[in-house]
């Protein structure tokens, strides 16, 4: 069961990243518009870098390819997205931590025998 429940941990923290990443390339020049409102620089090209970021890192949480790192890497994204963007909305910023603690948590245990890249990382141990 164990590398049964790391699979659907996996499916169930990287299939809403590929989503919502799809949905922003798809969507980008409304996304640049909260971008833009938020007061970043080049909302439009940043719309789809933070698409094409999300597709890639939810495709290698699925697949378990660079697990660890992608697995910091989105845990990070959560936090700063939480706190930055969805601070005032108390739902929103929770679902935000509690995303991160997946990631953390995965991270931590590996993505089990059930994957592609059989836990090999970017550089972190």
């Given amino acids: 069961m164990n590398n049964a429940g790391l699979l659907l941990g996996r499916l169930l923290l990287g299939v809403p990243f590929i989503i919502w990443g799809a949905l922003k390339l798809t969507g980008a020049a ?3 518009g909260n971008l833009a409102r938020m007061g970043l620089p080049s909302p439009l090209v940043l719309a789809y870098l933070v698409g094409i970021c999300e597709v890639i890192g939810g495709l290698a949480i699925v697949g378990g390819f660079a697990l ?10 959560c936090l700063a997205t939480g706190y930055l963007v969805h601070f005032g ?3 929103a910023f929770l679902d935000h931590l509690v995303m991160a603690g997946g990631f953390f948590v995965l991270a931590a245990v590996g993505a089990g025998a059930w994957s592609l890249a059989k836990n090999r990382t970017l550089g972190l141990p």
Avoid at 68 to 77: D, F, G, K, V, Y
């Fill in 89 to 91: 909305n108390r739902t």
């Fill in 30 to 32: 409304a996304f640049s």
């Fill in 68 to 77: 660890r790192s992608t697995s910091i890497l989105l845990a990070l994204w």
